[in-house]
């Protein structure tokens, strides 16, 4: 069937059902943007230009938000806990609904089972028939609950299910025997997944899919009004929970109050929290739609370090603040900080918001080291002395995720995860060095193959570094057309041997060794893998300005 664009949203509000804090917040969320995700739907529809679309089988199974993960997030809604997940999945719902696909959504382990046809009860009667649905988005939570539930026969379906996975999973942690062995072991990893079906908050680890959110878009009278308005010395901080105050924010709040007027939607319950300090004008926890209208005035919006990677600095820009955050010495990882230790990715954070700091940078975003009071000083005064406008890069406007996630569900779905990877030799006849993949005739890719660029990294470089010092972006879908002989002697690099291996950081070769090695294990492609000793091969690609998931020819 084909899938028709929706821009009612009565049908999914009764969907997503009552009763928690949680889907309270989502669901004033949708129908807060309602307006916003029916205009985009009617400008992609019309940019798609009746193109077919299939109507996709889609199970949306909330794990986090279920009873039986101990939902620790719910009761934290109004009381200052994170909100981000809950903006993530209100959105993802809203997108899949409007792009039309048939939905079911999943708050509960009884849901789920009712979903799939499997009896109540404990793992031992495994799903036996088909699977019902095209495509389960769930998280990791879920994950463990359909194994749980579903038994061996998870492992026949895995192809059809995406993990939203706010911070993201590298290939060394996703590989079960690998991780295991090679200490990339966490609580998380080890499902053997293809990378690319765990989807990230931000694009920030290539090895998966960039799934988003969106943000509040302003129209052309709203952005007037907005720079008519701003009060030029307001400041709101980053922190809606008091323990994000605490601990030597002191010495930096006091220079920032002797330029500003310093607000802040700190939740407390009856009393002032004593790590706000007095001149602090705090507005307690606000609505969303307060907040927004609070992020109108301000001039700008700062950020104390945490929280990580969350919506609201996006918020801030697209209501025309200047998000100034601290820069990391040395960056942040799950091998250094407390937040980030266990998860499935040795990432290095550079700042409180690397999207921030790496895609849209200045003038809209500044970061600097706060332990130096200089720096900080004339950060503020140059943000008193800059104006800008209010901006949102297209990949967070409704359009611009629902274009994102009908390219993923048309296109990652026709050729699958579980085949995405594809066969593993993939021989490429007459190639040169560089703009050789234009000559080439090979299998269907997606994305396309006119996309690929293939590059080689430094020592000690990942292919996500030497694709982004190049102007392109790495993608691990054209990692099978590179993992050959043919690409190293386009190259024309020496190679003494040319071994295949099982090691996350191939293809790569040894310059001094003239050592060349292949990769033997298709799920450890990653562009993440470094090694001081080796030179990587990277399938590089192009990418749309503001849309860093799709190719120019991705759609
Ligand atoms: C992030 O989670 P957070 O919820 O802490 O992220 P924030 O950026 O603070 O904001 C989430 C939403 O909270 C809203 C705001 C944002 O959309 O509009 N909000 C509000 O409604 N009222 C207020 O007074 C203040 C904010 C991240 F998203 C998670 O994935 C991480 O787990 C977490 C920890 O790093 O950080």
Redesign the pocket.
Known sequence: RQAAFRTDLSVLLDQVGTGKESLS?MKR?IRRLAQQWATAANRLDAKLEQRWRDQKKILVHVGFLTEESGDVFSPKVLK?????????WADILTALHVLGHNLKISMSVKELQGFLGVPPGRGSCPLTGPLPFDLIYTDYHGLQQMKQHMGLSLKKHKCHIRVID??GTEPAYNHEEYATLHGYRTNWGYWNLNARQYMT?FPHTPDNSFMG?V?EELNETEKRSIQQNKVNNMAVV????ASMWKQGKESFLQILHRYMEVHG???YETQRPPEVPAFVKN??????H???Q?LRKAKLFIGFG??????????AIANGCIFLQPKFHPPHSSLNHE?FRGKPTSREVSSQHPYAEQYIGKPHVMTVDYNNSLEFDSAIREIMRTKVEPYLPYEYTCEGMLERVHAYIQHQVKSGPCQIIGPLFVPLPNSTALGWASNVTAPPAWPPLSSLRLLVSQEGQSCVEACQSAGFICEPAHFRFINNKEALRGLEVQCEVVDSEINHILPAFSVVRQECGLQREPLLFSCAGHSPKYRRLCPCRDFRRGQVALCRDCL
Request: charged fraction near 15%.
């Open positions: 917040f969320r200052g806990g994170p909100l981000g997940e809950m903006v993530q706010t911070f908050m959110f943000s980053y922190g809606k929970e939607t700190v939740y507005h307690g926890l606000l609505p969303q307060e907040l927004q609070l945490f929280p990580y990677e969350g919506p609201a600095p996006l918020e937040f």
